[in-house]
């Protein structure tokens, strides 16, 4: 699977997800633009959209965009807080639905 990680979250966890290819927004080279535009871009390219932002689901209308995204709740975005969601977000993934969030918590 094709993973982008929001640039709100700690970019370091893009190494610590293995089998998957993962990229973060910066990388992209979509650091800055807003989430609309966002999820219409990653759409073309990835099959899942990973973000700690708890308020995309109120700010998009999730059901146009063919990519799923999932929220990641923690204490923080930095590593130590979201290392411990990687083994759900390992079973989240594969069944996360296009155009919906999931929600990833311990």
Partial sequence: MKILLDECI??????????????TVPQAGWAGIQNGE???RAQEQFDVFVTVDRNLSFQQHLPQFSIAVIVLQ?????????RPLIPQLYRTVPMAPKGQVTWVSL
């Fill in 10 to 23: 700690d970019r370091r966890l893009a190494k610590e997800i293995e089998d998957h290819e993962v990229v």
């Fill in 38 to 40: 966002l999820l219409r």
């Fill in 74 to 82: 923690a204490p923080t975005n930095r590593l130590p807080d979201l």
